[in-house]
């Protein structure tokens, strides 16, 4: 049931509820947790941007692809290589993620995490502006599931990319489709931002979930 305030958006959230979900839904002492908390604390560690994505999210990640029974996963944005984790936690042993970064100490960072991860699947990161790796990947697809988490002045890239290289029924995740708050600034990063929401609706049946900045999920249009 909601409320008024969780109508409009407002979050009833605090530290100690997120802390206790996050105990309850995603804390796990195995092997693959460790993995997961290892590259979760790698930003910090490594004194680069700690811009991953919260730990309820990466559950989210996770169940997502594992629904989808997803085989092939594109991530667009490494950064030290959570994300990926989490998602290729889904995969089966004879599943792919290629996951693209930019930079290539981020890159550096990434590979030692998924190698300690000892996931089941190939893993594979693309060092270079993700536009250029995108490109030559396309002929290995079509993919189950694309997740966008890079420069967000190329999400309508992106998203157009995803609609031509997600099979039939695949998934499109977004993050950030809030824009830290700035989605409706004159800005051409948020006019870029806007114009992949409305792009991805041409192309898949879309739901934007409000979590803290906003995912968006969209499932490939059979017909588009
Ligand atoms: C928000 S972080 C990714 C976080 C990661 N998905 C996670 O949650 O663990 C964004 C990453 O995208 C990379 N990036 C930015 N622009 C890029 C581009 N044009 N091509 C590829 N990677 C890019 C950045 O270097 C940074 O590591």
Redesign the pocket.
Known sequence: MANPQTRAGQYLLDENILAWAQEVHVSDPTVSGQALQR?FQSPSQHN??P???GPL??GLLRWLVASAGAKTVV??????????IAMAQSLPEHGSLWT????PA?AAIARDNLEAAKLPCATEVLV????D?LASLAKQGPFDVV?V???KE?YPAYGRWAAQNLAPGGLLIA??VFLFGQLLDSSPVAQAMREFHQQVTEHFHTACIPTPDGLLVGRRRKNS
């Open positions: 590259a680069i941007p811009i991953q994505i999210e990466a991530e667009i944005g490494t950064l030290a290589g959570y994300s990926a693209l970064e930019l930079d981020h270079g502006p993700a536009t790796s997740f988490d890079a420069d190329s993050d950030n």
